[in-house]
């Protein structure tokens, strides 16, 4: 729960013809993730899967494209899981659904064609717009002649004045056709000899020329027509072509074969990954990777049933040096908890998973911000009922309704209400400084356990220098309480306390001498420089996370006074818009306060306490699987 589950390395070795089956059986185990073996290539110089791999890559390419032809989803559901593929059933497969891809891609070939002359038309229909106001032939447009100079373009509104008076001087005739606010669409006629003189003035006038597709012959409600029929015409043999390829889905059982294949490829996929990874030597082939400790039993059980002495199983611990994946056990309430952390990072083998102290810290600050009896029992309902569409992050609306509601009984609030239940604590206003002092007091122990945790990961990790020394290790512990005993005795007494001085003194020492030396390569200067900013920069950011976490009181007197707010609108109206506005009031807490709770709530954790004490650069643990691709493996209860 708090750690990745201890692995073991496992080195597999069997012969070169049980290999299929094997990696069937690794990916049913569903719990080996594989690896590079350790072996160089001159001992196992052969890589016994790669003439099945580069058939599975083809066969699988045709696949997918026929069934994305056919619209066919692969089946989830793989039959028989144990029984191997002969790589002649693979290459079977492979040659029938290159055929099958041959008609295909003759099909979509069509399909593509008459989609573009679609789309061609569809942009002409559209375009034709612009030109039904024309009563002509548009095809006089297109034609070039000696005798009569015609243009089609648009210009400016705000130089149409001006162009039509130096027109007419030189004998040109302008016809509005279209128009909108800043461009109109005109013609232009005149005598063929004046064509060069006028060129200066349509580029002084902002005029751009207008092509008219070769496709518009006719007036333009023909043209208009014949599109329509060009149009439902392609509709028409789109729809044959659809119905030519259900027909085909129909004839000789071609969605069974398909399926049939589909199922070939999902139990050829396991051997087809581990063909880059698997090596061999003769007659015998080796396969390396991790699995959890508690797991190999199992896999011990399914070998011997399967290959009973054809086959030797090696097992030793992880390396220092090693980068070993990380493999977390969650019960499904906290699914969405850990898909949180994983949008920060993966835990190192070995570090504290930090999803069970994030779940609990996350649903108590959110309660403690958004405390009310009635916005906590809508959102644990909305958990409830929308818990489908909700999917994975159902639990976590219920638990934060549920966080709410408690704290809203603390409050004594309901809907805004402060007198329908009494607190069983305190409502926020009535004292905001002791509000005050428990978010203080919560962001203090909270960052003291991220810091224990921090040290606890170091020490683990044998990183013992940083474990004591860095300013979030013991070292900066030791000056986070040293700066508190300090204020506190401040704040109580009015004076310094020599205990906490020489505290404060000793741990910036430590985290100056860590400095110094982890920069010892720089010059002087540069070194104290840099050792003296560390140890600046460590209490600054001690004082300035603490101080962050007033935001869980300032969330909580905010809430109050929203309802306040609203309240204060509401009583101003008569019956209908009293209860309208407390409805739409609560509704707007619900949607906006909220979320922005959820999101302060989500970065205290990440901020003040993922980087102090999670490194988040793990290697995540994918288990082989039969016919899907790895994925980040979190195991369920």
Not at 507 to 515: E, P, Q, R
Request: net charge neutral; charged share 20%.
């Amino acid at each position: 729960m708090f750690m990745p589950l201890p692995m073991k390395r496992i080195t597999l070795s069997l012969l070169r013809d049980d290999a299929p089956q094997a990696s069937l059986l690794l990916a049913n185990y569903g719990s080996f993730d594989p690896e590079f073996r350790e072996a160089s290539a001159e001992q196992f110089p052969d890589l016994p899967g790669a003439a099945w791999r580069q058939v599975y890559t083809e066969t699988c390419a045709h696949l997918d494209k026929i069934l994305a032809h056919y619209v066919i989803a692969a089946p989830e559901a793989i039959d028989a899981p144990m029984r191997p593929v002969e790589l002649t059933q693979l290459a079977e497969a492979g040659a029938w659904l290159k055929t099958v891809w041959g008609k295909c891609s003759e099909a979509q070939e069509r399909m593509r064609r008459l989609h573009d002359q679609y789309r061609r038309t569809a942009q002409l229909h559209r375009a034709l717009d612009q030109f039904m106001d024309i009563s002509i032939d548009l095809a006089l447009l297109q034609r070039k002649s000696a005798l009569l100079d015609v243009r089609v373009g648009t210009l400016p509104r705000a130089n149409l004045q001006r162009f039509e008076e130096a027109l007419g001087l030189a004998g040109y005739v302008a016809i509005r056709f279209f128009g909108s606010e800043e461009q109109v669409h005109l013609i232009l006629a005149g005598a063929g000899g004046q064509a060069q003189q006028i060129e200066r003035m349509l580029q002084a006038a902002g005029w751009r020329a207008m092509d008219i597709p070769a496709e518009f012959r006719g007036r333009p409600d023909e043209v208009r027509r014949e599109l329509g029929e060009r149009m439902a015409q392609l509709r028409e043999q789109q729809a044959q072509e659809d119905t030519r390829r259900r027909k085909e889905l129909a004839q000789d059982k071609l969605r069974e074969r398909l399926l049939a294949a589909a199922n070939i490829l999902a139990r050829a996929a396991p051997y087809a990954e581990l063909a880059e990874l698997m090596r061999g030597r003769g007659s015998l082939a080796t396969v390396s990777g991790w699995s959890p400790e508690e797991q190999l039993p199992q896999l011990r059980q399914t070998l011997a049933e399967n290959f009973g002495n054809r086959y030797a199983l090696h097992v030793r611990d992880p390396r220092p040096d090693e980068r070993v994946p990380s493999a977390i056990r969650h019960h499904h309430w906290l699914q969405p908890f850990a898909r949180l952390v994983l949008n920060y990072g993966v835990p190192r083998y070995g570090e504290i998973d930090p999803t069970v102290l994030f779940a609990a810290s996350f649903v108590l600050m959110f309660g403690m911000m958004f405390g009310d009896v009635g916005h906590g029992i809508v959102l644990a309902l909305a958990g409830v009922l929308l818990r489908r569409r909700l999917g994975q992050y159902a639990p976590l609306v219920i638990a934060v309704g549920i966080s709410s509601t408690l704290f809203g009984l603390l409050y004594g609030s309901v809907f805004g209400y402060e007198h329908l239940l009494p607190a069983l604590w305190m409502s926020p206003l009535t004292d905001p400084m002791r509000m005050l002092g428990v978010a203080l007091g919560w962001g203090i122990g909270f960052i003291l356990l991220a810091t224990a945790l921090t040290i606890r990961n170091r020490i683990a990790a044998g990183r013992m220098r940083e474990a004591l020394l860095d300013s979030h290790g013991a070292a900066g512990l030791l000056l986070y309480l040293g700066l508190l005993a300090g204020a506190w005795r401040y704040a109580s007494a009015g004076e310094l306390d020599l205990a906490a001085m020489l505290t404060i003194s000793v741990s910036l020492a430590a985290i100056f001498a860590n400095a110094w030396r982890h920069n010892r390569g720089s010059p002087v200067g540069e070194r104290l420089l840099i050792a003296l900013m560390e140890g600046f920069e460590t209490v600054m950011a001690y004082i300035s996370n603490t101080l962050s976490f007033l935001r869980l009181a300032a969330f909580s007197l905010n809430h109050v006074a929203l309802s306040i707010a609203i309240f204060t609108v509401a009583n101003m109206l008569h019956t209908t818009g009293y209860w309208l506005t407390l409805v739409l009031g609560n509704v707007f807490i619900l949607a906006l306060e909220g979320g922005i709770v959820a999101i302060q709530t989500l970065r205290l954790e990440y901020y003040e306490g993922f980087s102090r004490f999670f490194g988040g650069d793990g290697r995540p643990f994918r288990p082989l699987t039969l016919g899907k691709p790895r994925g980040l493996a979190f195991q369920h209860d």
